[in-house]
């Protein structure tokens, strides 16, 4: 923001600068010519014309008298001077296009292009010191050979002459309204185009900084016409003022579409058909460019109506929504609005004037522009922080809210791990060694079957078996893999099976340090522990085989006999141990397998998944 300030205080400055040129106090020590006689003559011209003199006014312009003459006009005037002592200034103050400067019959000045591409004097005033050697006492002649073009309004302003110090502050108060603060408007507008180009670039969304960057432009090109002393690098006045105009019409549609952005709208039909135009004005100014310079004053006065349309369409607006920025910007449009009339009055003749008055507002126009901008921009940004803080206590806060949460949950998921393994342990203790149990208090109270001491020690070890599985399977879960947790129950049945001359093999791969968790152990030694009692009660095998490997993402486990075997379709509908052993698998998350013949042995088998999703 220290920017807008600072170039809205060198506004400041540079119009009090302007106030304070004033004309020193040998003001009446100067006369002004403000007649002369005029005369038309043809483009080589050398000499004044013999007759046909015309008395006019200055400041004069001859399309209005001449309206098709292009080509030269001859100015004559006249002066009396008292003594020739001193040297005099002389003021220059408005010619169109280009000219040669006679005093007394000696040129002291010319133009560098006399015909076309014709040179542009008119852009600033011209200042010269007359001494003795060209003075006359008593009367002198002015003699000024203008070269013009009827269709850009040629001719020529009032004459100072007096005293060097009172002429040349008269030149240097118009050199600084018709040029400097021209130079002074384009270097703000580049200034101002750039800064809100870079905006634009960061808020893309924003588009309004961009068609302001795009109209800042476009108006500089504009600007450009009143600093060019040639029309490089085109060849002939009429192109130039071909692409001007059509830069002026550019930069009344880029500011037009700017304001409507600025306000929130978007006319994207209205908006494509002017700028339609302007592309198809900038095309028809290359290549007719004679015919387009001619009849330019028509893009200039329907630029100007859309400027007006749309200054006034956006007061309707900042009146329908007061805001601090849209004041602002209304505002800043009011000076332009009323200035802009007197320059197209100007630009159509209606009144003499050696100066367009935009130019010296425009900055400060340039500058409330940018101001509301820079206030839209500031505003956004704070928005955008206190949006930030808000958004961070918000996270800190939702943090906060997920962290409690998550404990909680943490901690209601490990008290239904507890209970779900107490109601595993519950309900295995319940179905095992609870039925085993029962089972043997239900043989010894049997009066009319005594049971012998044999039967009841093996019906105790079974017993002592169920119970050591399932200390095993829960003491050890947390620092015993699935390895340490098979060798209690290998051990085991190696002598059960070696007591009675079975030869059994185990062949157990891949499972150290494998974690499969307490239930899920004890449902796969379980399914061991009850097909290994089948095997040893029911198939007479001579040999049996234990296959527990780890294949990928799978846990093979495969009890395999060479016993007398079983059809599989008799066995299912009379008994409940394959049930038993397929509802145990089910749980493991597999399916069993179970192949077996009558004398041909049997074997089962089964595949557990390990991926993290199975082991949910």
């Not at 002291?108 to 014709?118: G, K, N």
């Not at 005033?125 to 203008?146: A, S």
């Not at 002592?464 to 893999?481: A, F, G, N, P």
């Amino acid at each position: 923001m220290r920017v807008f300030f600072v170039l809205l205080l060198a506004c400041g400055l540079f119009a009090s600068s302007v106030a304070a040129e004033q004309i020193p106090s040998t003001t009446n020590a100067t006369i002004e010519l403000q007649s002369a006689e005029a005369a038309p003559a043809d483009w080589h011209s050398e000499a004044p014309p013999v007759d046909g003199w015309t008395p006019v006014k200055l400041m004069d312009l001859w399309d209005t008298r001449w309206p098709h003459h292009d080509g030269v006009v001859w100015y004559r005037l006249h002066w009396n001077q008292t003594s020739t002592d001193q040297p005099v200034g002389l003021f220059i103050d408005y010619v169109s296009l280009a000219y040669v400067l006679y005093v007394n019959g000696n040129r002291i000045y010319s133009d560098t292009h006399l015909v076309e591409p014709l040179s542009r004097t008119w852009i600033r005033p011209q200042y010269f010191l007359i001494d003795k050697p060209l003075l006359r006492q008593g009367q002198n002649t002015l003699l000024v050979r203008v070269s013009g073009l009827a269709g850009y309004q040629p001719g020529f302003g009032a004459v100072t002459i007096g005293n060097p110090d009172a002429v040349q502050a008269r030149e240097r108060r118009g050199e600084f309204l018709r040029y400097n603060v021209q130079v002074f408007d384009l270097s703000v507008s580049f200034v101002f185009g750039g800064l809100f180009f870079l905006l634009w670039l960061l808020r893309r969304k924003d588009t309004y900084y961009g068609w302001y960057a795009l109209c800042t432009v476009v108006w500089s090109l504009y600007t450009i016409n009143f600093l060019a002393s040639s029309p490089w690098p085109f060849n002939n006045t009429p192109a130039w003022e071909a692409i001007n105009a059509a830069a002026y019409f550019a930069s009344t549609v880029t500011f037009a579409i700017f304001l409507l952005r600025y306000a929130g709208y978007q006319w994207p039909r209205t908006e494509g058909i002017m700028l339609v135009l302007c592309v198809a004005l900038f095309a028809v100014a290359l290549l007719c460019p004679q015919w387009t310079g001619h009849y330019r004053a028509v893009a200039i006065i329907f630029g100007c109506s859309i400027y007006y349309v749309a200054i006034f369409g956006f007061m309707g607006y900042a009146w329908r929504h007061p805001r601090a920025d849209n004041y602002a910007l209304a505002g800043s449009l009011l000076i332009p609005l009323v200035v802009s009339a007197h320059d197209m009055l100007l630009f159509l003749g209606v009144i003499r004037s050696d100066s367009y008055l935009l130019a010296v507002t425009s900055p400060i126009t340039i500058i409330g522009m940018g101001s509301a901008l820079a206030y839209r921009f500031a505003v956004a940004m704070r928005r955008a922080e206190n949006f930030n803080l808000e958004l961070q206590r918000e996270v800190q806060a939702a943090t906060g809210q997920l962290t409690e949460t998550l404990k909680r949950e943490h901690d209601l998921a490990l008290n239904n791990a507890r209970i779900g393994e107490r109601l595993n342990l519950v309900r295995d203790l319940h179905d095992g060694f609870g039925g085993s149990l029962l089972a043997a208090i239900s043989t010894l109270e049997n009066p009319r079957l005594p049971p012998e001491p044999a039967q009841v020690v093996i019906t105790l070890k079974e017993l002592r078996d169920d119970l050591r599985l399932i200390i095993d399977t829960t003491t050890h879960e947390r620092d015993t893999d699935l390895a340490g947790l098979l060798a209690p129950l290998r051990h085991r049945w190696s002598q059960r099976f070696e007591a009675i001359a079975i030869d059994n093999r185990w062949t157990v791969e891949g499972v150290d340090d494998l974690s499969l968790g307490a239930m899920r152990v004890l449902e796969l030694l379980r399914f061991l522990q009850e097909s290994l009692t089948n095997v040893l009660k029911h198939s007479s095998a001579s040999q049996v085989h234990v296959y527990i490997r780890r294949k990928g993402e799978c846990l093979n486990v495969e009890v395999r006999d060479d016993g007398q075997g079983f059809d599989l379709a008799s066995v299912a509908r009379r008994g409940a141990g394959l049930p038993s052993l397929r509802a145990r698998v089910g749980r493991l998350g597999a399916t069993l397998q179970i192949m077996s013949s009558p004398g041909g042995g049997t074997r089962l088998s089964f595949d557990v998944p390990l991926s993290p999703m199975a082991l949910t």
